[in-house]
C-alpha cells in the first residue's frame, strides 16, 4: 500500500475536518425538511381520498338492499313503510347469505329459506333498535316472499331478478352532525351496460338519484331518511 504523500516527506497526515460532513448533512436534512413539507398537503390529500373511498365503498354495501326495493322516500323511519323496511332487511338477509355459502339452504320447490331471526338482525344493522319489523308475507311485484309461521322463515323464490338498481355513492357531505350520502340508482337490466369501439365498458347513465340520511353507528351507520335528490 503506497504512503501518504505527506507522510514521504516526513510531515505528519492531515487531519480532515468534519465541518463540511456537518454541514452537507444538516443541509442533506434541511433538504429532505423542506421536501416533506411541501408534500404534506398531497400525502393528506390523497389519505383524504382513500378514507372517502373506503367510505363510500361501505355506505353502498349498507345501501345497496335498499336502492334494490326503491322505497319511498320517508323523512324519518316513524314515517317510513314498514312492509318496504322488511323487505329491505330481507334482502340484506338473502345477500349475506349468498356470500356466506355457494349454496343457501332450500325447500322442495328450490326457494331459498330465511330465517325471520336472521332478517331482525339485518333490519338492526340497517335501522337500529327503534325499528320493529312485523314478520309476514311480502309482495315485491311479481315475486312473493312467503313466511311460514311455523318455522319462523321466509320462502324466496330462487329466481334470476333483473331490473333492480345497484347505488353509487357521488357526494357525502356533513351537517350538524347529520351525514348525507347522495346515491345514483344504476339499473341492472339487461343491456344498461355497452362499450365504446375499444371495447372498454361504457356504464350507464343513473337513472334516478336519491340522498339518504345516514347516522353514525358504531363502526357503520344507519339509515334515517330518504328524500328525493
Known amino acids: 500500500m503506497a504512503a501518504h504523500p505527506f507522510m514521504r516527506c516526513g510531515l505528519p497526515k492531515p487531519r480532515r475536518s468534519k465541518a463540511p460532513r456537518i454541514a452537507g448533512l444538516f443541509l442533506l436534512l434541511s433538504a429532505a425538511a423542506a421536501l416533506l413539507y411541501v408534500l404534506s398537503p398531497v400525502f393528506s390529500g390523497m389519505s383524504g381520498l382513500f378514507d372517502q373511498s373506503e367510505q363510500r365503498a361501505q355506505i353502498e354495501a349498507l345501501l345497496a338492499p335498499a336502492v334494490m ?4 322516500p320517508f323523512s324519518d323511519l316513524s314515517q317510513a313503510d314498514p312492509v318496504q323496511l322488511t323487505e329491505i332487511a330481507l334482502r340484506a338477509a338473502l345477500l349475506s347469505s349468498y ?26 344493522a ?28 321466509y320462502h324466496v323464490p330462487h329466481v334470476a331478478q333483473t331490473g333492480y338498481f345497484i347505488p353509487k355513492v357521488t357526494r357525502i357531505t ?11 340508482c344504476i339499473s341492472t337490466a339487461a343491456g344498461g351496460y355497452q362499450r365504446d369501439s375499444e371495447g372498454n365498458t361504457i356504464p350507464p347513465s343513473p337513472q334516478k338519484t336519491v340522498s339518504y340520511t345516514l347516522a353514525a353507528q358504531g363502526g357503520s351507520y344507519r339509515i334515517t331518511g330518504l328524500a328525493a335528490a
Open 69 to 72: 326495493v326503491d322505497p319511498a
Open 99 to 124: 356470500e356466506s355459502v355457494s349454496s343457501p339452504l332450500t325447500d322442495d320447490s328450490g326457494r331459498i329459506i330465511v330465517s325471520f331471526e336472521l332478517v331482525r338482525q339485518k333490519g338492526a
Open 126 to 153: 340497517l335501522f337500529g333498535d327503534s325499528v320493529t319489523l312485523t314478520p309476514a308475507t311480502i309482495q315485491s311485484g311479481s315475486t312473493t316472499f312467503e313466511y311460514v309461521e311455523t318455522e319462523n322463515c
Open 174 to 184: 356533513s351537517k350538524n352532525g347529520v351525514m348525507t350520502a347522495q346515491v345514483a
